[in-house]
């Protein structure tokens, strides 16, 4: 673990955590993918540039899978090549296989991911294939990535519920975790896909994760369905983690739960930590502008409770 700040007149489990905390901004590919209507290159790109102008070190801009399944990130090549690149910035894509991280890295991609899941019914349903197949699909394109010295980053999906099989056993989430891990990916991504988790739920699932893979490499993923993330993203620091997602606005709604809303906002996030005393290089107002921008966009109400307060939108 890295450095820690020390806050006096704080209880006891506040007075170790991490002294800076990575944020990964996923709102541009996780949080617009489910949009119905689809969003214009353009405003893709600028909703990109706004986040690095607001100091987020990793945005997730697109993912390099068939039109077919997600219509929303066809115009894939055309963001990778219109965004302006900071140079302390990083800016991951999603592949989902050997093809889509061929596609990624002709396109400019300095870096990529990939996605497992805890559940073989999620699994089975969401990529079409078994947990297993897909951990064989992945080694593949780590393979590949390592022969072109492209970082790669392991998102395990449903680690604290699934919504065909229900609980899910923190040791299922650890064998994942650490085969994705073992398989050359530099940091494993926690994701409470629906958002049941709780901070009891969060603490058991980490113990055991984090046996098999290095706490520095540990990050959470986590959604506000039934608004525990705030919570459970404390747990996780207090154990640990410095590496959060997170997405602007809110972006994402849970697809399991109508109406409910899914990816922990950025700007709560970022409140939260720079309130703990912890630096993300983060400028708010900035972050907020960003939010502001692509909800106009969307034509919908922002799920950050800092940019409501904000009277932002």
């Known amino acids: 673990m890295g450095a820690v ?12 955590l991490p002294a800076r905390v990575k944020i990964v901004e996923v709102g541009p590919r996780d949080g617009l993918q489910n949009e119905k209507t689809l969003v214009p290159a353009e405003v893709k790109i600028q909703l990109i540039d706004m986040l690095s102008e607001a100091g987020l070190p990793v945005i997730e801009a697109t993912s390099f899978v068939s039109p077919k399944w997600v219509p929303q990130m066809a115009d894939q090549v055309e963001v990778m090549r ?4 900071r140079p302390d910035a990083s800016y991951p894509v999603l592949t989902p296989n050997l093809q889509g991280f061929q596609a990624a890295v002709r396109a400019g991609a300095r870096e990529v991911a990939i996605f497992g899941a805890a559940s073989e019914l999620f699994s089975k349903k969401n990529i079409n294939c078994s947990v297993e197949e897909s951990l064989q699909r992945f080694e593949e394109v780590t393979r590949a990535a390592k022969e072109q010295s492209v970082p790669v980053r392991g998102y395990v999906s ?3 519920g699934c919504p065909y099989e229900g609980k899910v056993s923190p040791e299922k989430v650890a064998q994942v975790a650490k085969r994705l891990y073992s398989m050359g990916c ?12 709780t901070p009891r739920g969060m603490q058991e699932m980490l113990t055991a994760v984090s046996r098999e893979v290095p706490i520095s490499a540990i990050a959470v993923h986590c959604h506000d369905t039934y608004g525990q993330a705030l919570a459970n993203i404390l747990v996780a620091l207090q154990m640990g983690v410095s590496v959060v997602d997170s997405s602007v606005a809110g972006l994402g709604g849970c697809p399991y739960a109508q109406g409910a809303s899914g990816n922990v906002a950025t700007e709560d996030v970022v409140y939260m930590l720079h309130g703990l005393g912890i630096h993300t290089g983060v400028d708010l107002q900035k972050l907020m502008d960003a939010g502001v921008f692509i909800c106009r966009v969307l034509n919908r109400k922002t799920s950050s409770k800092v940019a409501q307060a904000s009277c932002k939108l």
Do not use: A, H
Request: charged fraction near 20%; glycine fraction near 16%.
């Open 158 to 160: 449903c680690v604290l």
């Open 186 to 197: 530099y940091e494993i991504s926690l994701g409470d896909t629906i958002g049941v988790g």
């Open 82 to 85: 219109g965004i302006r690149r």
């Open 5 to 16: 700040c020390t806050q006096s007149g704080v209880s006891s489990p506040l007075k170790r």
